[in-house]
């Protein structure tokens, strides 16, 4: 197809498209003139991956571009290409190794992960993510119970092994497997916080009266 037909087909304007092209996130079309390429299906879920990554993560263009790297890196696992897109949606969570209250915070999520039972890398950021969070909580006087993350934690792990992993179509090629892992991981966690977010205006209105109908 032409640059005009993958516009119309992935709804992305040209002017976009050639933008891309010349930031290296989309590759270049088959070449069979000197003013003329073609592109395929391949550009046009590229396309869709780098919208996802864009407008629902929210990703600067360096992060998106070290995704799809690691997208086009055959040699890397499933997971480690998971573990780049986790990287490149966390925020940066400013440490602070020599607080106490911190050093506290961060063993409270290294114990509840230890006491899960779930595989994840030392040096994950999520890992100071959610130190933060415990943190936060804390110092805002609504100390997050052991008992009230691990609620989060089977929440999340119900999630992720019923609709989020099974989705891949690891039988596939490579690339569509690792886009739908990418896109899952960035999509499904905006849906998450939508739909809490949600629930907590309808449980609100339910508390304090409030109807729409």
């Known amino acids: 197809m032409r640059i005009s037909q993958l516009s119309t087909a992935s709804r992305v304007p040209i002017p976009t498209i050639k933008y891309y092209l010349r930031e290296g996130l989309l590759p270049a079309g088959e070449q069979t003139s000197a003013t003329r390429a073609e592109y395929g299906e391949r550009h046009v879920r590229r ?24 997208v086009d890196d055959e040699n890397l ?28 915070a961060r063993a ?3 114990g509840l992960i230890g006491d899960l039972g779930w595989q994840v890398d030392p040096d994950a950021p999520t ?17 997050a ?8 934690a089977e929440v999340a792990i119900g999630l992720v092994a019923e609709h989020e992993i099974n989705s891949i179509p690891i039988d596939g090629p490579r690339e569509a497997a690792v886009e739908a892992l990418v896109i899952g991981t960035v999509v499904y966690g ?5 739909m809490r977010r949600l629930a907590q205006e309808s449980a ?10």
Do not use: C, N
């Not at 609100?204 to 109908?213: K, L, P, T």
């Open 47 to 70: 396309l869709r991956l780098i919208r996802a990554l864009l407008e629902v993560g929210r990703l600067p263009i360096a992060s998106i571009r070290k995704v799809l790297a690691a």
């Open 77 to 104: 696992s499933m997971h480690h290409v998971l573990g780049t897109a986790h990287y490149a949606i966390a925020p940066v969570v400013e440490l602070h190794t020599a607080d106490e209250e911190w050093t506290r």
């Open 108 to 110: 409270e999520a290294d």
């Open 127 to 143: 890992r100071d993510e959610l130190a933060q969070a415990i943190l936060t909580l804390s110092q805002l006087g609504m100390p």
């Open 145 to 152: 119970t052991g008992e009230v993350l691990r609620s989060y």
């Open 190 to 194: 905006r849906v998450l916080d939508v």
């Open 204 to 213: 609100s209105a339910r508390v304090f009266g409030i109807s729409y109908d």
